[in-house]
């Protein structure tokens, strides 16, 4: 993610529950569809999802294998940016400057995910937390970005779905929209994010932290995708404390979701 990705401020309409979320489609067809209640509970509906991960009972430092097995890729390492758990929470401990971490896993096919999260008091000065699918490892890559189906990005006032139709491009917007009211930045209530794709079709099912499910389509959708990660990120270069911290996010390849 660059600086010149920052969530931008879209029109609003009416949720379906009378309230007002902002959305603005830009390629994609963006279709509501139903109410659900998220939860803290970050496994998906597949039974034996390939990816597990809840950083709560984890001690703190660098986590190298998730949960169930499979290897984390850190990046950057060697760092103050490099992913680690604290507190229960994977984060990074820098202190300031426009930064982010990622934290990634190689998973062949990866369609689906779901990331429990918060955000700190300094979330309104601008962080965001990322949940992306790419083609190629970005930590190989960087500054370099695969090729993308998914990048999905999370601030306490906006939200955003971009693609990266092609190797070493800048991010494309899909469809953004913000919330009203702001997500808490209390560092305590913990939400939930979430993607199914149905590739065949070149659809991606949204789900937001409010419980609104969206369906958007775009080509860009069906781009292959082996890895996925997870990302927390700073805008503003003023702020004392980690912006974003990750609970707990679950990943698979099962072709759950049909977009008939």
């Known amino acids: 993610m660059t600086r010149s990705q920052a969530l931008k401020r879209p029109t609003v309409r009416r949720s379906l529950l009378g309230g007002s979320i902002a959305v603005a489609l830009l390629v994609a067809v963006l279709i509501p569809l139903a109410l659900h209640h998220s939860n803290t509970d970050s496994r998906l509906a597949a039974d034996e999802p390939s990816l597990v991960d809840n950083f709560s009972d984890d001690p703190d430092g660098l986590k190298t294998r998730t949960d ?56 309104k000065g601008g962080g965001l937390v990322c ?66 794709l149905d590739q065949a079709k070149n659809v991606a099912e949204i789900s937001l932290p409010t419980g609104e499910i969206f369906v958007a389509a775009d080509p860009s959708f069906g781009i292959e995708a082996n890895f996925a990660y997870i990302e927390t990120w700073r805008t503003t270069a003023d702020s004392d404390e980690t912006l974003a911290r990750v609970r707990a996010w679950s990943a698979d390849s099962a072709a759950e979701f049909s977009a008939d």
Do not use: Q
């Not at 995910?113 to 008091?121: E, G, I, R």
């Open 68 to 123: 169930s097995g499979l290897a984390v890729s850190l990046f950057p390492i060697d760092s103050p940016r490099t992913p680690r758990v604290d507190d229960g929470a994977l984060t990074f401990d820098d202190t300031e400057g426009v930064l982010g971490g990622y934290y990634i896993i190689e998973l062949p096919d990866v369609r689906n995910a779901k990331v429990d999260f918060s955000f700190t008091p300094w979330s």
């Open 131 to 196: 949940l992306a699918f790419m083609e190629s490892d970005i930590a190989l890559s960087s500054p370099v970005v695969p090729r993308s189906p998914l990048h999905f990005t999370l601030s306490p006032t906006n939200w955003s779905v971009d693609v990266f139709d092609t190797k070493g491009d800048a991010a494309r917007t899909v469809v953004e929209g913000s919330f009203d009211p702001p997500l808490s930045a209390n560092g305590t209530e913990v939400y939930t994010m979430g993607v199914r």
